[in-house]
């Protein structure tokens, strides 16, 4: 039989403990199981870490997207950001508290307290941050067992690499008070290595190095972990070598940027000065609009806006360009961060290089972000996984090696199925076979069978069998802005990468005009060991069905391709040719012809030998009509001087 898929299986675990990312703007709850690890929740499954608390008796508590929703409405009992004051004094929080919407006041012992004032019939209330971020957790906790169906009670929560004792200690009460057994906390970076597979023991791991870049909504946090294969009770080790960041940097500062542009327009449009203030409404307004046009600005290369201010309307269009020249300074800010960090950890690297980039946070979503890590550090940043899912998906996989699923690994040293794109007909191109060992690389050259394509569309496959339509899709991209070209002309050099750490970077270079996509998978992902097994039977199955059926759609392919350019010649230059010859040769097509015709109502109604001689008689006939096209060509070339 074939080597088994080392450890695809084995995260399966007798106890349930999930793992959570408590954010300081988004939290997630996800759980690992044999198919590796998910985020649980229904749509929209993140959690916006805001909580409002009753204005009035008989009120309910409100937690995430609602909460954040109507934050402006209820500025001083709606708490956000509260990670920022978890295990920390007043004193020292109080540039934090500069920021934020509610109250800041000194508790016990000189604590970090939040206090929410009187309404009616509540009375005022000062409240823990453990008890704030308890109420995001019981929301997290509840939405897992709506999931799962079942009690939940055990949890790996992660948090900052930089947490000290006292904050670490806030985050294990906060989960006590939610109800939840706090079995480790794990530092947001380890997570986000672990869920790449990053430092998990496998046959012939190697101690790895990485640097984690994390930038969320108000925070930038920057790391270079080791992380060490480990045995027995502890699967692996980590060791922070340097970390960095800005603790005032993030996402809400593209939004502000974006929104400062808006209410100068806005001013304008509405003939009021430029310093003055607008209504909190309209306020509110601009700054979930410049959220939603950064956000669409990750995906388009232009957004609008239109908001309806009463006597005036505002319309706007934003580009991605505009956005990125906005933008950019905090940017560089972060890059410049990073290296610095990187710098720090050059001693305790000894000479090693970094092995990868892990993005984490939503703000990495945006192109510039990932353009200039690629440029700074030289190498294309694992982006395969949300990355604001990467965190709690990887407090999952350690949630999982704490329930005891013994690995193994979720990483394999030899990819467990081949790798390849579509062709045109729908059978698929391998270029890893299955069983390499990784890492692993293969370049093949393409074209196109349509005349004038200006987008040439990739599908990467995984799989056994010979037909897309049999495989696993892993992702599809487009290499697009090319210039039109006879078919077979463009020059599409197609490389597939497979990392030491099982990730894949595919891209696609049409090399005549430059265009370049590309797109990165981990391809198993979501794969378990039994899917894997199936996969391989079924290949055995169909194995000669399978190859058969490639063999027609690859010679319906190439046939049609002859038809056209002997069709088109034998048109141009039927006068210079003898009656013979042509008849010779309009008879082979169109017996090649019929075949085709009749393999693409029904593959199995041709046999492929047959047409493969066709095929092979049409171009040795061919091949007098080729020298005429080319002489004449010759002939119709302008002298050169
Ligand atoms: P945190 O770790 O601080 O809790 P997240 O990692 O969830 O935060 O990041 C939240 C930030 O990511 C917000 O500023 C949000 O606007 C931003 N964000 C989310 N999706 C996108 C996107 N597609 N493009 C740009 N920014 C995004
Ligand atoms: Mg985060």
Redesign the pocket.
């Known amino acids: 039989m074939s080597r088994p898929a080392r450890g695809l299986e084995l995260f399966v675990s007798e106890e349930l403990i999930v793992g959570i990312d408590l ?5 997630l709850v996800a759980v690992c199981d044999a198919h590796g690890p998910r985020i649980l929740g229904a749509g929209g499954a ?1 959690v916006p ?1 805001v909580v409002r608390y009753p204005a009035a008796a008989g009120e309910a508590l409100v937690v995430g997207e609602a909460a954040k929703r109507d934050a402006t409405l209820f500025p001083v009992r709606t708490v956000s950001s509260v990670k920022r004051l978890m295990g920390r004094s007043a004193t020292d929080a109080a540039g934090d508290a500069a920021y934020l919407s509610y109250e800041v006041v000194a508790g016990e012992r000189g604590a970090a307290r939040v206090r929410i004032p009187a309404g009616e019939g509540v009375p005022e209330r000062v409240l823990s941050p453990e008890e704030v971020s308890a109420a995001v957790l019981r929301e997290l906790k509840s939405r897992a067992e709506a999931a799962l169906g079942r009690a939940v009670s055990k949890a790996v929560i992660t948090v900052p690499a930089y947490f000290d004792d006292a904050q670490r200690q806030a985050t294990r009460v906060a989960g006590r008070l939610a109800g939840l057994e706090v079995v480790r906390l794990v530092p947001e970076p380890t997570a986000a290595a672990l869920a790449y597979g990053i430092g998990l023991p496998r046959a012939g791991a190697k101690p790895a190095s990485v640097m984690v870049y ?1 930038l ?4 930038f946090d920057v790391s270079v972990l080791r992380l060490t294969p480990g045995e027995g009770d502890e699967p692996f080790f980590f060791q922070a070598l340097a970390v960095g960041g800005d603790s005032h940097l ?3 500062d ?2 502000h940027a974006l929104t400062g542009v808006m209410k100068r327009e806005v001013l304008a449009l509405l003939g009021l000065a430029p310093d003055s203030t607008l209504d909190p409404a309209t306020t509110k307004a601009l700054v979930e609009f410049a ?1 939603r046009v ?2 669409r600005l ?2 388009a290369a232009n957004a609008s806006v239109r908001i309806d201010l009463g006597e005036r309307v505002y319309e706007r269009v934003f580009t991605r360009e505009e956005f990125e020249a906005l933008v950019s300074p905090m940017v560089e800010r972060t890059i410049l961060a990073a290296q610095r960090t990187l710098e720090q950890a050059r001693e305790a690297l000894a000479g090693e290089e970094i092995s990868a980039v892990v993005l ?4 990495t ?2 192109p510039l972000v990932r353009r200039r890590v690629r440029e700074a550090f030289g190498m294309e940043p694992y982006t395969a996984l949300n ?2 899912e990467v965190v709690a998906l990887g407090a999952s996989v350690q949630a999982s090696l704490l329930g005891g699923a013994r690995s193994g690994a979720l990483l394999l040293d030899v990819l467990p199925l081949s790798l390849g794109v579509e062709t045109q007909g729908g059978a698929v191109a391998k270029l890893i076979m299955r069983n390499s060992t990784v890492p692993a690389r293969a370049r093949e050259m393409f074209s196109t069978s349509v005349d004038g394509q200006t987008s040439i569309r990739l599908s990467v496959y995984q799989g056994e069998r010979e037909m897309a339509a049999d495989c696993r899709k892993l992702g599809e991209f487009h290499v697009s802005g090319l210039p039109p070209m006879p078919a077979g002309v463009p020059q599409l050099e197609v490389v597939f990468a497979v990392d030491a750490n099982g990730v894949l970077n595919v891209s696609a270079t049409e090399r005549r005009s430059g265009r370049r996509a590309g797109l990165q998978v981990i391809p198993t992902h979501g794969l378990s060991q039994s899917e894997v097994e199936r996969i391989e039977r079924e290949s055995l199955l169909h194995a000669r069905e399978d190859m058969t059926r490639h063999r027609v759609v690859d010679l319906i392919v190439n046939g049609k391709l002859d038809l056209k350019w002997i069709g088109e010649r034998l048109a141009k230059h039927r006068a210079e040719l003898d009656a013979a010859y042509v008849g010779e040769l309009e008879s082979r097509v169109a017996s090649l012809r019929e075949m085709i015709d009749s393999a693409e109502r029904d593959w199995r109604s041709v046999d492929p030998s047959k047409m493969h001689q066709a095929k092979e008689a049409l171009d040795r006939a061919s091949m007098r009509l080729q020298e005429v096209a080319i002489t004449q060509s010759l002939r119709e070339q302008p002298r050169k001087l």
Do not use: L, Q
């Not at 954010?23 to 939290?27: A, E």
């Not at 969320?216 to 925070?219: D, E, R, V, Y």
């Not at 984490?360 to 703000?363: Q, Y």
């Open positions: 954010g300081t703007t988004n939290s993140m870490s994390d969320g909504g108000g925070t993030g996402g809400d593209f939004d959220e950064k956000i990750s995906d984490v946070g939503g703000s979503r945006v990355p604001d």
